[in-house]
């Protein structure tokens, strides 16, 4: 059998302050299979994007002890455990083993410079010495499948001439431009009205499906869980309160947490 893609084990976070040390992850082990789309649910606070800064290395060196084993699975089939590299590695090992997409990650755009300027760096930046034609066709048909509308006209443009919808649309199509094969999305689609989030996150999956891309999507949305995660991770204060196959968690949950959780979203359908 092939390894996981992800194996996260035994993960715990402290933030120190003042001396001392405040727990925000504790003993967080799951994994994430070639193909696997695992959601990561929980309410506010519980320790989710924690866990999602551990795995992209995005937290600051000296406020922060990190305990456990982070497995990442190499093209070779071997595997690296990113917290036995040394700090100063870290940020580039993530970086080309995930592909990460924010919920702020409009703020990933650049304001001083036009989006088919920094569109083509980023393609480029993963492709070296790629066709620039090719690139730019491939960019317009992204546009185009990203329900972004005004072709060449919207790419002449700056991120401030364009609306948040839009903007938020470009920065997870050239986060897309990552040849990595674990995709981290964290809450990616709130600022987007129902129909472009439901586009969106179709469109991910579908991708996911097409470049066998696993993923780790984070979010309070347990009803976007149920409709594209085969896994859930439901997490509270910092710890998994229960984890499975979520047609499984859905239909029979067994923490009482879950269950609240659950009858919250289904009030809120009715
Ligand atoms: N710099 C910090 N110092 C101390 N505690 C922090 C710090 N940053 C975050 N926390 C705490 O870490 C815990 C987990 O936060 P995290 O951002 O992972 O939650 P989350 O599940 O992503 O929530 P949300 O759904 O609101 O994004 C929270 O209790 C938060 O207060
Ligand atoms: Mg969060």
Same mark, same amino acid.
């Given at each position: 059998m092939t390894?996981? %893609?992800?194996?996260v084990?035994?993960? /715990?976070?402290?933030?120190?302050?003042?001396?001392?040390?405040?727990?925000i992850?504790?003993? %967080?082990?799951?994994?994430?299979?070639?193909?696997?789309?695992?959601?990561?649910?929980?309410?506010?606070?519980?320790?989710?994007?924690?866990?999602? &800064?551990?795995?992209?290395?995005?937290?600051?060196r000296?406020? %922060?002890?990190?305990?456990?084993?982070?497995?990442?699975?190499?093209?070779?089939?071997?595997?690296?455990?990113?917290?036995?590299?040394?700090?100063?590695e870290?940020?580039?090992?993530?970086?080309?083993?995930?592909?990460?997409?924010?919920?702020d990650?409009? /703020?990933?755009? /650049?304001?001083?410079?036009?989006?088919?300027?920094?569109?083509?760096?980023?393609?480029?930046?993963?492709?070296?010495?790629?066709?620039?034609?090719?690139?730019?066709g491939?960019i317009?048909?992204?546009?185009? =499948?990203?329900?972004?509308?005004?072709?060449?006209?919207v790419?002449?443009? &700056?991120p401030?001439?364009?609306?948040?919808?839009?903007?938020q649309?470009?920065?997870?199509?050239m986060a897309?431009?990552?040849?990595?094969?674990?995709?981290?999305?964290?809450?990616? =689609? =709130?600022?987007?009205? =129902?129909?472009n989030?439901?586009?969106?996150?179709?469109?991910?999956?579908?991708?996911?499906?097409?470049?066998?891309?696993s993923?780790? &999507?984070?979010?309070? /949305?347990?009803?976007?869980?149920?409709?594209?995660?085969?896994t859930?991770?439901?997490?509270?204060?910092?710890?998994?309160?229960?984890?499975?196959?979520?047609?499984?968690v859905?239909?029979?949950?067994?923490?009482? &947490?879950?269950?609240?959780?659950?009858?919250?979203?289904?009030?809120?359908?009715r």
């Open positions: 390894e996981p %893609v992800l194996e084990r035994n993960l /715990n976070l402290d933030i120190v302050k003042d001396r001392r040390a405040i727990p992850l504790r003993d %967080v082990s799951f994994s994430v299979e070639e193909g696997e789309l695992r959601g990561i649910a929980g309410e506010s606070g519980a320790g989710k994007s924690m866990t999602m &800064y551990c795995l992209t290395s995005l937290l600051p000296r406020t %922060v002890q990190i305990r456990g084993e982070i497995l990442f699975r190499e093209e070779d089939g071997s595997r690296t455990d990113l917290l036995k590299l040394p700090w100063k870290r940020q580039r090992f993530s970086a080309s083993h995930t592909c990460l997409i924010l919920q990650s409009i /703020n990933a755009l /650049n304001p001083f410079e036009r989006i088919d300027a920094q569109w083509m760096e980023t393609a480029l930046l993963h492709r070296p010495g790629g066709n620039r034609d090719e690139i730019r491939r317009l048909q992204q546009l185009d =499948t990203f329900g972004i509308h005004g072709g060449e006209e790419l002449r443009k &700056y401030h001439q364009l609306s948040g919808g839009m903007r649309r470009i920065a997870i199509a897309l431009e990552s040849p990595a094969k674990l995709l981290i999305a964290d809450e990616p =689609t =709130t600022s987007l009205d =129902t129909i989030q439901r586009r969106i996150v179709e469109f991910i999956v579908e991708l996911c499906r097409e470049r066998g891309l993923m780790l &999507y984070i979010t309070h /949305n347990l009803g976007i869980v149920q409709a594209i995660c085969g859930v991770t439901v997490m509270k204060d910092g710890r998994i309160i229960e984890q499975g196959r979520t047609d499984e859905f239909a029979d949950p067994q923490a009482a &947490y879950t269950k609240a959780l659950l009858e919250g979203t289904k009030s809120l359908q």
